[in-house]
């Protein structure tokens, strides 16, 4: 889940939100303004119900995000890279990038999610006798109790994406000796619990609760759909484990002198050759950056002849490099989405290849078709 605002980062972890969560956001404000404040705290002008109700939206994202945090600075200190935070219409994800490297480091990983929203919930619990002068904030945050003890409960459901589904996993893998056994066969556990929860959306739209049957049911497809791609995603790191760059990098590279404007890039050298991603140098040779095809297409046709490429390219040292040796699957999780970029493979200090996702679709493809999956045990 990609953010569509970022926020800012706290302790080096960048956290956004996506377009989804405003209309949450709204529904919990409108939930507390309407049907909950009211009833728990009667008599105050109806302004002040929504006013309270904002706060406790984002004290309830607080939570959330609180929640995610310890998520993040765990898988940290377990030697997992973290790309960021999201929060979005199912409250938030870290995106963790790489995997842990036992089973205890990923059973601690989640199951300081759900302790943490524990301890949100007894914080919440206090201050609602804190503030028991006054019975509006207090009832929202006896509100905020509860709703953080659920939010715990809910994440040790045994399904992926969910904390449970990754305790589950941990316990597994512990058992088995093998990550990927353990991911499917917590799968297939949380497989259960999602048809169960769809079912259980069905028959609430059979007996008239339509709004409940139809969020419980996609909730169950949801979780159905996150277990697959974390199956997937599983089976995909072990094919690629053991096989080297080597194996999957482009080569030979194709280098240009960072001088040459757009415009005689794209009318003299592109048409002459399939790549798609282009390393520049300056007089020396020395490499000063990286431009892609896709990037420079897409200019003004009058900046072309005026733009050199050493202008639009991507700065070398923020492009990730790796030797031909290094395996794919420890270059993956060394980098993460930063693959999207591209790669440039060094042997000796010479470049010798560039690694795409399309050079290791390419690779899975080809072992897919010779068998060469992983074996399950």
């Known amino acids: 889940m990609t953010s569509s605002i970022r926020l800012g980062r706290v302790f080096g972890i960048e956290i956004g939100f996506n377009w989804s969560l405003v209309f949450i956001f709204a529904l919990v404000v409108w939930t507390l303004a309407t049907n909950i404040l009211p009833i728990e705290a009667p008599g105050y ?108 409960l809910f994440n040790l459901v045994p399904a992926f994406p969910l904390d449970g589904g990754r305790l ?12 990927q056994s353990g991911v499917h066969n917590a799968v297939r556990v949380g497989r259960v619990f999602a048809y169960l929860m769809i079912a259980a959306g069905v028959l609430e739209l059979f007996l008239g609760s339509v709004a409940s049957g139809i969020w419980t049911a996609f909730l169950g497809w949801f979780l159905l759909s996150a277990g697959a791609a974390e199956e997937a995603g599983s089976t995909v790191r072990s094919m690629l484990r053991s096989i080297p760059v080597s194996a999957a990098m482009t080569s030979p590279v194709v280098t240009l002198p960072d001088w040459v404007t757009v415009e005689q890039f794209l009318e003299s050298v592109a048409p002459n050759h399939s790549f798609t991603t282009y390393p520049v140098h300056e007089p020396s040779g020395t490499l000063t950056g990286v431009v892609r095809l896709s990037d420079l297409v897409r200019m003004p046709a009058a900046e072309r002849a005026q733009k050199h490429l050493i202008e639009v390219a991507r700065p070398i040292a923020e492009v990730p490099v790796t030797n031909p040796r290094e395996d794919l699957s420890a270059l993956i999780q060394r980098i993460g989405s930063g693959i999207e970029q591209r790669v440039l493979v060094f042997d000796n200090g010479s470049l010798v290849g560039i690694v795409s996702p399309a050079d290791v679709a390419r690779l899975l493809t080809v072992r897919q078709t010779l068998g060469g999956g992983p074996r399950r045990s």
């Open 168 to 179: 589950l996993s941990s316990l597994l893998w512990w058992r088995s000796g093998s990550r």
């Open 45 to 152: 002008p109806p302004l002040l119900y929504w006013l309270i109700s904002a706060a406790g939206a984002v004290l309830f994202y607080a939570c959330l995000l609180a929640h995610e945090l310890s998520h993040a600075l765990v898988a940290q200190r377990n030697g997992v890279k973290v790309a960021g935070i999201t929060l979005w219409l199912f409250g938030g994800v870290s995106k963790l990038e790489g995997e842990p490297t036992s089973a205890r480091s990923e059973a601690l990983i989640a199951g300081v999610g759900p302790l943490m929203s524990f301890a949100v919930a007894l914080v919440a619990f206090v201050l609602s006798f804190v503030t028991s002068g006054s019975i509006l904030v207090s009832a929202l945050f006896a509100w905020l109790t509860f709703v953080n003890v659920l939010l715990g």
